[in-house]
């Protein structure tokens, strides 16, 4: 996608992107800094985030790494305080690391359930309890607030050997929508992206054979997604006025059939 946003449209505002040492997490945290926000990358990979960290400073933006494991809890609740201490009270949260492990279910890769679960459900409960307070009280002091959470196309999609992931991503849409419901009226805005195919390292952790080679032949015939457009309709969702709610973004590409 060519980049539509310019300026800085994000200045003043203090945006959280977990799951930013690769992928959509780290072309999203370099395009909101890119447009005036301070961030705050989060993920385990110390090296990586300070890649992400390192580029946005190249580029005449703020960034802040906190290496945190997000099935923590208390871990991701003692970084958001630091974070508020370190940039301000954070307005913006790209609710985004997640882990996609297919196989089928007779398999009984009970260890890889329960990744998923752990990641994609817990996980992203723990960025949510621990950053909530937060944009609250920014949309108290009258400024924008941002949750945005990283589901999947595979949310909706019948798709085989896809249950686990499925069924979590299912559950961050279905959440986001209930959530919205009680914050909306509070001004705090509540969204999800659903994505279809994105070139990242994603598949790289599936160990299914037939579904890697799924992903892989996707990426080889058709013109994926690339974590670029990720990352500009993240900054559009946190760009349009405050009283507009982009609430449940499909974004595919074009070629993708499924
Ligand atoms: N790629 C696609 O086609 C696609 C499509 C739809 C939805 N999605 C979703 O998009 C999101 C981002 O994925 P991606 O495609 O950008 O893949 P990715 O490059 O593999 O990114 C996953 C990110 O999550 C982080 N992460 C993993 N476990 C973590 C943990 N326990 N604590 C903190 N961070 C953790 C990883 O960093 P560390 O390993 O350094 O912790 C990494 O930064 C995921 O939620 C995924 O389900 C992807």
Not at 114 to 129: E, K, S, W, Y
Not at 216 to 231: C, E, F, K, T
Not at 242 to 253: D, G, M, S
């Amino acid at each position: 996608m060519s980049v539509l946003l310019s300026g800085s449209p994000l200045s003043g505002r203090v945006a959280v992107v977990s799951g930013a040492s690769s992928g959509m997490g780290a072309a999203a945290a370099e395009r909101l800094a890119a447009l005036g926000a301070k961030v705050a990358v989060l993920a385990r990979r110390k090296e990586k985030l300070d890649d992400v960290v390192k580029n946005i400073e190249t580029a005449g933006g703020t960034a802040l790494a906190y290496t945190v494991d997000v099935t923590d809890r208390a871990a991701v609740l003692e970084v958001a305080q630091r974070i508020a201490g370190d940039l301000g009270t954070v307005d913006l949260v790209f609710n985004n690391a997640g882990v996609q492990l297919i196989s089928g279910i007779e398999e009984l890769k009970v260890d890889e359930w329960q990744r998923q679960i752990d990641l994609n459900v817990t996980g992203v409960m723990n960025v949510i309890a621990a950053f909530l307070p937060q944009l609250t009280a920014s949309s108290e002091q009258g400024k924008p607030a941002d949750l945005i959470n990283t589901s999947s196309i595979a949310a909706t999609r019948i798709l085989e050997k896809f249950s686990i992931y499925s069924g979590t991503k299912a559950y961050i849409s279905h959440l986001t929508r209930l959530m919205r419901v009680e914050l909306g009226p509070k001004m705090v805005r509540v969204a999800t992206i659903e994505p279809g195919m994105v070139d990242t390292e994603l598949p790289d952790h599936v160990t299914d054979a037939d579904a890697s080679q799924l992903m892989a032949g996707l990426i080889h015939d058709i013109d994926v997604l690339q974590s670029p457009d990720i990352a500009e309709t993240i900054a559009f969702m946190a760009t349009v006025p405050r009283h507009v709610n982009l609430t449940e973004i499909t974004i595919l590409p074009t070629a993708q059939a499924i």
